[in-house]
């Protein structure tokens, strides 16, 4: 069968400090980083064993915190890369780790999913690495929480970045009515798809795709339908993916989550971002990324994200 894993272990650490985000400077001990290396290093092996059952699989690694600062996640995407059985494997990142790894990597098959953090990083430091995934051919997307006080800042990430990367925005909805017109309109600019981010689609009983070839793996082996619902739908390493493979329409009320309403078959997203769905890189519009200028409106009206403030 053909399936997407997202995989996510014991990692519970950051490097950043972001106040929208629980895992911010946090720490892990010795022995949670232990068992996250071993438990990853099961999964790799695994995965690698499935070549012989026929599955083809994608597999995206979205950690609580940051994984690339730690080698067992660069060898593991490296080894996973040059299998061939493996369509995709990509990681979502900050991208504060070195990149002198990724030559080892398939660039076919590899990718990124980078996040830009203003005020936790300069951004000719983070644009110094999107420019070294660049030049080395390695497909990656480049985004960040669409709070005001950064607009300022994302405006000039998209100024700068060469025109053919994807610059998406995810919609800041901690707040009922966050965004004015103008805010819309501004963040639309910088990504076309904004808002369909903004959005919060309905979807219970509603067909979905999580639990019958999309899975949620934990560090453990158990499998859950999504990160939103957590129904534990079995053991990896027991019951195998036909074990766990069977319809499931969505039990939740709404889905607002990238990485969750992507696999929802009625919105049909593949014709936004084809088979660059799981690294967030659109297809469609890409002379557009290039072309955009900072709206008069927050020049001559002194707008927030003219400020940054």
């Given at each position: 069968?053909?399936?997407v894993l997202y995989y996510?272990?014991?990692?519970?650490?950051?490097?950043?400090d972001c106040p929208y985000c629980p895992f911010g400077k946090?720490?892990?001990s010795a022995e949670t980083l232990a068992r996250d290396r071993e438990q990853l290093s099961r999964f790799v092996e695994w995965v690698g064993a499935q070549g012989a059952s026929g599955h083809r699989l994608k597999?995206?690694?979205?950690?609580?915190?940051?994984?690339?600062?730690?080698?067992?996640?660069q060898t593991a995407m490296a080894e996973l890369s040059h299998m061939e059985h493996v369509d995709k494997v990509a990681i979502q990142t900050n991208l504060s780790a070195g990149l002198d790894w990724t030559d080892g990597l398939n660039r076919d098959k590899a990718a990124f999913w980078a996040t830009y953090h203003p005020g936790q990083v300069s951004e000719e430091a983070f644009l110094?690495?999107?420019?070294?995934?660049?030049?080395r051919g390695i497909p990656f997307s480049v985004g960040s929480v669409g709070v005001k006080e950064a607009f300022r800042a994302i405006a000039s990430l998209r100024r700068t970045l060469p025109s053919d990367v994807y610059v998406w925005v995810n919609a800041f909805k901690d707040k009922a009515d966050y965004y004015t017109e103008a805010d819309r309109s501004f963040l639309s600019g910088i990504d076309p798809h904004f808002e369909r981010n903004l959005m919060d689609y309905e979807s219970i009983g509603r067909a979905c795709l999580a639990g019958e070839?999309?899975?949620?793996?934990?560090?453990?082996?158990?499998?859950?339908?999504c990160y939103q619902d957590r129904q534990?739908?079995?053991?990896?390493?027991?019951?195998?993916?036909e074990g766990l493979s069977r319809y499931r329409p969505c039990r939740m009320k709404s889905c607002g989550c990238y990485i969750g309403?992507?696999?929802m078959p009625e919105l049909n997203l593949e014709k936004i971002y084809g088979e660059q769905l799981l690294e967030r890189i659109a297809e469609t519009g890409t002379e557009m990324y290039g072309a955009w200028r900072e709206p008069g409106l927050a020049e001559q009206e002194g707008a927030h994200y003219s400020r940054g403030s």
């Amino acid at each position: 069968m053909r399936a997407v894993l997202y995989y996510r272990g014991s990692l519970s650490s950051c490097n950043y400090d972001c106040p929208y985000c629980p895992f911010g400077k946090k720490k892990d001990s010795a022995e949670t980083l232990a068992r996250d290396r071993e438990q990853l290093s099961r999964f790799v092996e695994w995965v690698g064993a499935q070549g012989a059952s026929g599955h083809r699989l994608k597999i995206f690694f979205n950690p609580y915190g940051e994984g690339l600062v730690h080698r067992w996640y660069q060898t593991a995407m490296a080894e996973l890369s040059h299998m061939e059985h493996v369509d995709k494997v990509a990681i979502q990142t900050n991208l504060s780790a070195g990149l002198d790894w990724t030559d080892g990597l398939n660039r076919d098959k590899a990718a990124f999913w980078a996040t830009y953090h203003p005020g936790q990083v300069s951004e000719e430091a983070f644009l110094t690495r999107c420019c070294q995934l660049h030049s080395r051919g390695i497909p990656f997307s480049v985004g960040s929480v669409g709070v005001k006080e950064a607009f300022r800042a994302i405006a000039s990430l998209r100024r700068t970045l060469p025109s053919d990367v994807y610059v998406w925005v995810n919609a800041f909805k901690d707040k009922a009515d966050y965004y004015t017109e103008a805010d819309r309109s501004f963040l639309s600019g910088i990504d076309p798809h904004f808002e369909r981010n903004l959005m919060d689609y309905e979807s219970i009983g509603r067909a979905c795709l999580a639990g019958e070839s999309v899975f949620y793996v934990q560090g453990s082996g158990l499998v859950k339908r999504c990160y939103q619902d957590r129904q534990v739908l079995g053991h990896l390493y027991r019951d195998g993916l036909e074990g766990l493979s069977r319809y499931r329409p969505c039990r939740m009320k709404s889905c607002g989550c990238y990485i969750g309403y992507i696999h929802m078959p009625e919105l049909n997203l593949e014709k936004i971002y084809g088979e660059q769905l799981l690294e967030r890189i659109a297809e469609t519009g890409t002379e557009m990324y290039g072309a955009w200028r900072e709206p008069g409106l927050a020049e001559q009206e002194g707008a927030h994200y003219s400020r940054g403030s």
